[in-house]
């Protein structure tokens, strides 16, 4: 286990519904990570927080919509979301971000999402 | 920009043999690099990382990899593969001066045959 835990692990959803997915990590890290994995693709960052803000938002539309409320929770709110939106995504954490550090990334198991 | 380029979708090796998996990399400065596995339903795992120093960097489960700054490459290696080494492989870039924002490749599946 890499210390960093995501739920739920599958998520099914309509295009009209609302769901969250949640990640927590225990390691004490500063920064969290959202990114998402599409077959035959590079992961995608979608969204970086630091100490509780956010410091990248990579272009991705507002039917995600991150949230940190401390330093060991991370959440990705879905709404209206689109068939082509199925992915896994994954949680990544890292001691922190900033152009000094080079720590590894840590990272969740992933929630695989289908939207029909 | 950063990029990686992972040529090969699939890599099949005979249990036994040396594996090899690709990785060339485009940054605008120097790069630190990384290789991670990921196992079915499972997230990633950090396999090794090249910072600075010596080019041939050794990291988990016996994997190691080589940086060549001449052809932008960081190929991963194993002179030995196991069953156990099938899963899918990512490398990755990010720049010393930019922040800790990792850009990857698209995987390679290894399948090592018994």
């Known amino acids: 286990e890499t210390g960093v835990t995501q739920t739920p692990r599958h998520l099914v959803m309509g295009m009209t519904n609302k769901k969250s997915l949640k990640c927590e990590q225990h390691l004490g890290h500063n920064a969290m990570y959202w990114y998402k994995q599409s077959a035959k693709k590079p992961l995608e960052l979608m969204f970086v927080y630091s100490l509780e803000e956010r410091v990248e938002n990579n272009s991705v539309p507002s039917r995600f919509s991150p949230e940190c409320p401390n330093s060991s929770h991370l959440f990705l709110h879905l709404h209206t979301l689109q068939p082509e939106d199925s992915a896994l995504y994954l949680c990544a954490s890292s001691p922190r971000w900033t152009v000094a550090s080079v720590e590894t990334q840590y990272f969740g198991p992933g929630t695989r999402l289908l939207v029909l | 920009a950063q990029s990686v380029a992972q040529p090969e979708d699939q890599v099949n090796v005979a249990e036994g043999n040396p594996l090899t998996v690709k990785c060339t990399y485009s940054?605008?400065?120097?790069?630190?690099l990384f290789w991670y596995v990921q196992y079915p339903n499972r997230g990633l795992q950090f396999l090794l990382k090249y910072i600075t120093g010596d080019n041939l960097v050794k990291g988990s489960y016996g994997f190691e990899a080589e940086f060549n700054k001449s052809q932008t490459s960081f190929h991963l290696k194993k002179p030995s593969a196991l069953v156990s080494d099938s899963a899918l492989y990512f490398c990755a870039v990010r720049v010393q001066t930019g922040a800790n924002n990792l850009f990857f490749g698209t995987g390679t599946r290894l399948t090592v045959i018994p």
């Open positions: 940054v605008s400065g120097n790069p630190y």
